[in-house]
């Protein structure tokens, strides 16, 4: 198993860009999730995904929107891209999302915006 | 709403002496508690969790964890450090029908 995947590792963007960041997983999860840290500020939730074409929104998704069209995927795009956003990203996936279940990390996109 | 403080930024110690990371919470039910540990440039890795019975929960890498329901505790502990633990570690808690929520972080050093 590859556990969760992401692309790309690292990105430089300009003010305005936009972007799709890419979070895969093989081991038949249903929830997922994506988010941000920033120092000092642990992980903040952006967006979930507690099955295939079932979304939400967490702690800080403004700026951010996601889709889960299939059980493995689930991208997170930026719609346009402002300083603020620069961050480390994670995308995690979870058996389901009720119970006592743990996350499974991806490796992290390192996004700079400016 | 759910809470997590991890109140030591920074935790020091040296090698081969035993080491405590802190976590308290605050939640509305009962909690599933979590530590997992993030190594530089990488994403975080689970280390342990509780979730009902033995308040000493055992996990990887010879770390362990003590729930405290009355002080609404779960501090990470190893009876003796390494080098190699030197990490970022993260508590979370999630009550059932819950998403995740992570403390700011606990940056440990074992200094050789």
């Known amino acids: 198993n590859a556990g969760v995947t992401q692309t790309p590792k690292f990105q430089v963007l300009k003010t305005g860009q936009s972007m799709t960041l890419q979070c895969a997983q093989d081991?038949?999860?249903?929830?997922m999730s994506w988010y941000r840290q920033d120092p000092g500020m642990g992980l903040r939730l952006i967006h979930y995904?507690?099955?295939?074409?079932?979304?939400d929104q967490g702690e800080v998704p403004n700026g951010y929107n996601v889709s889960r069209s299939t059980t493995e995927d689930f991208p997170l795009r930026l719609l346009s891209a402002a300083p603020s956003q620069t961050s480390v990203y994670f995308c995690?996936?979870?058996?389901?999302?009720?119970?006592?279940?743990?996350?499974?990390f991806g490796p992290g996109t390192r996004l700079t915006v400016t | 709403a759910q809470s997590v403080a991890q109140p030591e930024d920074q935790v020091n110690v040296a090698e081969g002496n035993p080491l405590t990371v802190k976590c308290t919470y605050s939640?509305?039910?009962?909690?599933?508690l979590f530590w997992y540990v993030q190594y530089p440039n990488r994403g975080l890795q689970f280390l342990l969790k509780?979730?009902?019975?033995?308040?000493l929960v055992k996990g990887s890498y010879g770390f362990e964890a003590e729930f405290n329901k009355s002080q609404t505790s779960f501090h990470l502990k190893k009876p003796s450090a390494l080098v190699s633990d030197s990490a970022l570690y993260f508590c979370?808690?999630?009550?059932?029908?819950?998403?995740?929520?992570f403390g700011p972080g606990t940056r440990l050093s074992v200094l050789p």
């Open positions: 081991m038949n999860h249903e929830y």
């Open positions: 939640v509305s039910g009962n909690p599933y």
């Open positions: 995904s507690v099955g295939a074409g079932i979304t």
């Open positions: 979370a808690v999630r009550v059932y029908g819950q998403n995740f929520v």
């Open positions: 509780y979730i009902t019975g033995d308040n």
């Open positions: 995690a996936s979870s058996y389901a999302f009720a119970g006592s279940y743990e996350q499974y």
